[in-house]
């Protein structure tokens, strides 16, 4: 018999996700032999540089509020595949999954044998063509699609979304995107179709001027942050923070949101403004906007997995996302002193980061994921640590639970005010969240781990 953890090795085989092959032909062959399950409800759409994943989980669990039965796609996984594909919040379940890709498989044969634009189906196309299918037959009220990368090539857009969310945008992925904010926004923009309403996010000016472009030239109605929605006020409070926001109705009372940091809290207007959109501009009534935001849950997003001492697992890996990270968890938790363990990929701005995190790291250990050749070895991390940090506050410990031993020892030598932090990548996060959360105590999981538990490919 077929395991899961086999199904799942025979999906990441294929044409991996940081090796973009632009082209919506594949998909859209998939999804035509499918019936276009996509077309089969309405759906929210999120890009972005960072907060896009944050934002598609604060829409979805706003959406269940509403009484809605909800799809979320989203990218990449910590755990396994299986949380890519969400159904009323909870990740499908192996067994359902893997059914799933039975059923699909003959389809996807037959769109490899075309070899559309020279290459078969990719990985993320496959998974994109089996949550449009799983949401189908659920069926679902509405699908809450995060873009796994730009917008215009991505696979999920595919779809035509009726709400088009832009979180901010800024650099990343150049090598693939373009090599500036404005080249960048305009992939991104991709995703506004024709009569759409564009929900965006706080953006640069010369991101702003190629989304309004955007929107104008195919007559999508922009719902801006500072204009027609926004964040009035927020105090931190235990486990989160409590926010003032402007939304359809005028401000609201005060709300609960459980997480950390000035960067959820506009994700969380944005989430709102997207909900709102989506009624057709109608305010979301204050008991369902409290427990909706009240509700949300974000793993490895400044999500305290350990006490004694304190560890922080968090997926930034850009300078923009560790600039917002490091402001939360300065705000959050103060710790004296800071250590973090830190892996990262090759084709990231590993200088800018670890200029960032020194201003505030007292020491760094230097580690490399080990589910990717994308990785940059922990002895070429800690070379450039030392150019940033000076080599007496940098260590190196290529295997990951050694990283992490190091910085646990290091903090309980600090005393009761010292924490750690782990951060720098998405795989990063969730490899270490798996070495330290226990399957059956995972608050994000519907189906535990067990043996069939694989390391995340992206």
Same mark, same amino acid.
């Given at each position: 018999?077929?395991?899961?953890?086999?199904?799942?090795?025979?999906?990441?085989?294929?044409?991996?996700?940081?090796?973009?092959?632009?082209?919506?032909?594949?998909?859209?062959?998939?999804?035509?032999?499918?019936?276009?399950?996509?077309?089969?409800?309405?759906?929210?759409?999120?890009?972005?540089?960072?907060?896009?994943?944050?934002?598609?989980?604060?829409?979805?669990?706003?959406?269940?509020? &509403?009484?809605?039965?909800?799809?979320?796609?989203?990218?990449?996984?910590?755990?396994?595949?299986?949380?890519?594909?969400?159904?009323?919040?909870?990740?499908?379940?192996?067994?359902?999954?893997?059914?799933?890709?039975?059923?699909?498989?003959?389809?996807?044969?037959?769109?490899?044998?075309?070899?559309?634009?020279?290459?078969?189906?990719?990985?993320?196309?496959?998974?994109?063509?089996?949550?449009?299918?799983?949401?189908?037959?659920?069926?679902?009220?509405?699908?809450?699609?995060?873009?796994?990368? =730009?917008?215009?090539?991505?696979?999920?857009?595919?779809? %035509?979304?009726?709400?088009?969310?832009?979180?901010? @945008?800024?650099?990343?992925?150049?090598?693939?995107?373009?090599?500036?904010?404005?080249?960048?926004?305009?992939?991104?923009?991709?995703?506004?179709?024709?009569?759409?309403?564009?929900?965006?996010?706080?953006?640069?000016?010369?991101?702003?001027?190629?989304?309004?472009?955007?929107?104008?030239? *195919?007559?999508?109605?922009?719902?801006?942050? =500072?204009?027609?929605? /926004?964040?009035? =006020?927020?105090?931190?409070?235990?486990?989160?923070?409590?926010?003032?926001?402007?939304?359809?109705?005028?401000?609201?009372?005060?709300?609960?949101?459980?997480?950390? /940091?000035?960067?959820?809290?506009?994700?969380?207007?944005?989430?709102?403004?997207?909900?709102?959109?989506? &009624?057709?501009?109608?305010?979301?009534?204050?008991?369902?906007?409290?427990?909706?935001?009240?509700?949300?849950?974000?793993?490895?997003?400044?999500?305290?997995?350990?006490?004694?001492?304190?560890?922080?697992?968090?997926?930034?890996?850009?300078?923009?996302?560790?600039?917002?990270?490091?402001?939360?968890?300065?705000?959050?938790? %103060?710790?004296?002193?800071? *250590?973090?363990?830190?892996?990262?990929?090759?084709?990231?701005?590993?200088?800018?980061?670890?200029?960032?995190?020194?201003?505030?790291?007292?020491?760094?250990?230097?580690?490399?994921?080990?589910?990717?050749?994308?990785?940059?070895?922990?002895?070429? &991390?800690? #070379?450039?640590?030392?150019?940033?940090?000076?080599?007496?506050? @940098?260590?190196?410990?290529?295997?990951?639970?050694?990283?992490?031993?190091?910085?646990?020892?290091?903090?309980? #030598?600090?005393?009761?005010?010292?924490?750690?932090?782990?951060?720098?990548?998405?795989?990063?996060?969730?490899?270490?969240?798996?070495?330290?959360?226990?399957? %059956?105590?995972?608050?994000?999981?519907?189906?535990?781990?067990? #043996?069939?538990?694989?390391?995340?490919?992206?």
């Amino acid at each position: 018999m077929t395991t899961h953890a086999e199904i799942v090795a025979s999906l990441q085989a294929r044409w991996p996700e940081h090796r973009v092959a632009p082209s919506l032909s594949r998909i859209a062959a998939l999804t035509e032999l499918l019936g276009d399950p996509q077309r089969a409800y309405p759906v929210i759409q999120i890009t972005g540089t960072n907060g896009k994943g944050s934002t598609a989980i604060m829409i979805e669990s706003l959406l269940l509020a &509403l009484g809605l039965r909800v799809g979320r796609i989203s990218s990449p996984h910590l755990s396994d595949v299986t949380e890519r594909i969400s159904i009323d919040g909870e990740p499908i379940a192996f067994d359902a999954f893997d059914s799933l890709v039975a059923d699909v498989a003959p389809l996807v044969a037959l769109v490899d044998e075309q070899r559309l634009d020279g290459v078969p189906m990719t990985f993320f196309e496959v998974m994109v063509g089996l949550a449009y299918e799983a949401f189908a037959q659920a069926p679902v009220d509405v699908a809450v699609v995060e873009v796994g990368l =730009g917008g215009t090539w991505d696979a999920t857009n595919v779809a %035509d979304a009726q709400v088009a969310v832009v979180a901010p @945008v800024d650099l990343d992925h150049t090598h693939l995107l373009g090599d500036t904010v404005a080249e960048i926004a305009a992939e991104k923009a991709g995703i506004i179709k024709e009569g759409a309403v564009a929900v965006m996010a706080e953006q640069r000016p010369d991101a702003a001027h190629v989304l309004a472009d955007r929107c104008r030239d *195919v007559g999508a109605r922009m719902v801006r942050e =500072g204009v027609e929605f /926004g964040l009035i =006020g927020r105090v931190p409070a235990v486990g989160g923070q409590v926010l003032r926001l402007e939304t359809a109705s005028g401000p609201t009372d005060e709300v609960l949101l459980p997480a950390f /940091g000035e960067h959820m809290a506009h994700n969380a207007a944005l989430a709102v403004a997207a909900v709102e959109a989506f &009624l057709g501009g109608t305010a979301i009534p204050p008991d369902v906007l409290a427990e909706g935001l009240g509700a949300v849950r974000l793993p490895a997003r400044l999500e305290v997995v350990r006490s004694g001492p304190t560890l922080v697992l968090d997926t930034a890996h850009n300078v923009h996302g560790v600039r917002a990270t490091m402001a939360g968890l300065d705000e959050a938790f %103060d710790f004296q002193p800071l *250590v973090a363990v830190v892996g990262m990929m090759r084709d990231k701005d590993v200088e800018g980061v670890l200029s960032i995190l020194e201003e505030t790291v007292t020491t760094i250990v230097c580690t490399q994921v080990a589910s990717t050749d994308r990785g940059l070895p922990a002895a070429e &991390l800690g #070379d450039l640590a030392a150019d940033v940090f000076g080599e007496e506050r @940098v260590q190196v410990r290529a295997a990951l639970p050694d990283a992490l031993e190091l910085a646990v020892t290091l903090a309980d #030598d600090a005393g009761p005010g010292a924490g750690i932090l782990v951060v720098g990548s998405v795989i990063l996060a969730g490899e270490a969240r798996t070495l330290l959360v226990r399957p %059956d105590a995972d608050p994000f999981s519907s189906h535990g781990g067990g #043996d069939d538990d694989v390391a995340g490919e992206q």
